[in-house]
C-alpha cells in the first residue's frame, strides 16, 4: 500500500471513531431523557431498592456506571448499603416515594451520598 492511500485509511478510521462516539453521546441523552419522563430522578441521585426491600440513594446515569453491573435500563446489580449483599436494584419513581422512604434512603446511604 502506498503512502497516500495509507494515511487515507488514518482519516476514515479518525472520522469512523468520531461518528461513533458522537452516535453513543446522543443515545446516552436519550436514553437519560426518556427515563426522567418515566418519572425517575435519573440522571442524578437516584432512590433505588435492592431485591431484599432496602431503599438507598445511589448515582444512577444512564451509559455509564463505575460500580454497578448494569443489566438493563431500570436493573443494576449493585451493593446495597443497607444488607451489605450484592442484589439486583431498581429506581423508584419520584412520585411514588413518601417522605419516609426518602428519609430511610438518605440514612441507608449515609452522609456522603446526601
Ligand atoms: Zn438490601
Known amino acids: ?9 488514518v ?22 431523557r426518556r427515563m426522567r419522563r418515566r418519572g425517575y430522578a435519573i440522571p442524578g441521585q437516584t432512590v433505588v431498592r435492592c431485591s431484599r426491600g432496602h431503599l438507598f440513594v445511589t448515582t444512577w446515569v444512564e451509559g455509564g456506571s463505575l460500580r454497578a453491573v448494569r443489566l438493563g435500563p431500570t436493573t443494576r446489580y449493585q451493593r446495597c448499603p443497607t444488607c451489605g449483599r450484592f442484589a439486583t436494584i431498581h429506581p423508584v419513581k419520584d412520585a411514588d416515594l413518601t417522605e419516609e422512604m426518602r428519609r430511610q434512603a438518605a440514612e441507608a446511604s449515609g452522609p456522603a451520598a446526601s
Request: charged letters at 10%.
Open 11 to 32: 482519516v476514515v478510521g479518525l472520522v469512523v471513531g468520531i461518528l461513533v462516539l458522537v452516535v453513543v453521546g446522543i443515545l446516552v441523552v436519550v436514553q437519560n
Open 1 to 9: 500500500m502506498d503512502r497516500r492511500w495509507l494515511g487515507f485509511g
